[in-house]
């Protein structure tokens, strides 16, 4: 697809969730004849605060690619896109023809996923089970759009339903393909053909699955707690009720639920 200045519109998005398996569809996708690979794995295009969203430069995008000419599809996987204030709407008002793919895990345990990334860089320094709890004051009183909801939002971040009822009035369903990350870890082929029969792309080649960006290991100074399965629980129940009804998924596998 060319936009208006005949430049080539990336056309795939993986939207989310952190901690859910993308960059090991990433490396899928790299293998792909049929796609396009960006220079990067996230682009972080659609949640850069930094730029001028009253008339964005679209032309950014092109550097991050090196093909181009040809026919491949270009793709961007950043899957903050679903949670981060007004992402979504920007890439739909960039092409509104893309087609978006989500892969979801359980959302306890990709907060818990999520906090070893973060203590391993040392980006956070609270045990988990403080780091759900009073950890959240430090989102208090900030912009949605702080940096602060980058790091810290563990729990935020679950409500499923919430994002994918704000994807459904942007994209119409047929461009919306919702996934479980838990099938893509224990049986990556079938997820790898539902990927490339909502692309309408060959099928991926038949490897070994990849586990990429697994947890860091280092020693961690705590670990989860049923206390803590059940604060998430209480918090998101309802939220992914409704997130099961809008996707179709069945979720009664997940701890939260």
């Known amino acids: 697809m060319l936009d208006s200045r005949n430049q080539r519109k990336i056309d795939i998005f993986c939207c989310g969730v952190q901690k859910g398996g993308t960059t090991s569809l990433h490396a899928y996708f790299c293998n792909h004849?049929?796609?396009?690979?960006?220079?990067?794995?996230?682009?972080?295009?659609?949640?850069?605060?930094?730029?001028?969203w009253n008339a964005p430069n679209y032309g950014l995008l092109d550097d991050y690619?090196?093909?181009?000419?040809?026919?491949?599809?270009?793709?961007?996987?950043?899957?903050?896109?679903?949670?981060?204030?007004?992402?979504?709407?920007?890439?739909?008002?960039?092409?509104?023809?893309a087609k978006l793919i989500f892969l979801f895990r359980d959302?306890?345990?990709?907060?818990?996923?999520?906090?070893?990334?973060?203590?391993?860089?040392?980006?956070?320094?609270?045990?988990?089970?403080?780091?759900?709890?009073?950890?959240?004051?430090r989102l208090s009183g900030k912009h949605p759009q702080s940096p602060e909801f980058r790091v810290y939002t563990y729990l935020e971040r679950g409500f499923y339903g919430q994002q994918v009822e704000r994807a459904l009035r942007l994209?119409?369903?047929?461009?919306?393909?919702?996934?479980?990350?838990?099938?893509?870890?224990?049986?990556h082929l079938v997820t790898l053909r539902h990927i490339s029969d909502f692309l309408g792309i060959a099928r991926f080649a038949e490897k070994d699955a990849k586990s990429e960006n697994a947890q860091p290991p280092i020693t961690y100074p705590?670990?989860?707690?049923?206390?803590?399965?059940?604060?998430?629980?209480?918090?998101?129940?309802?939220?992914?009720?409704?997130?099961?009804?809008?996707?179709?998924?069945?979720?009664?596998?997940?701890?939260?639920?």
Do not use: V
């Open 65 to 97: 690619f090196n093909n181009r000419e040809g026919d491949k599809r270009r793709y961007d996987i950043t899957p903050i896109y679903l949670f981060w204030p007004q992402a979504l709407e920007r890439l739909q008002a960039y092409n509104p023809d």
């Open 171 to 187: 994209f119409p369903r047929e461009q919306l393909l919702f996934l479980k990350s838990e099938t893509f870890r224990t049986d």
């Open 33 to 52: 004849p049929q796609l396009d690979t960006p220079k990067f794995k996230e682009l972080h295009f659609f949640d850069n605060e930094d730029l001028d």
């Open 222 to 257: 705590c670990a989860p707690t049923e206390d803590d399965r059940l604060l998430f629980q209480k918090a998101l129940r309802q939220d992914l009720t409704k997130f099961s009804r809008l996707t179709g998924l069945d979720i009664f596998d997940w701890p939260t639920f």
């Open 107 to 137: 959302p306890f345990e990709r907060a818990w996923s999520q906090w070893c990334m973060e203590y391993a860089r040392k980006s956070e320094d609270l045990p988990f089970s403080a780091a759900i709890r009073e950890g959240r004051d």
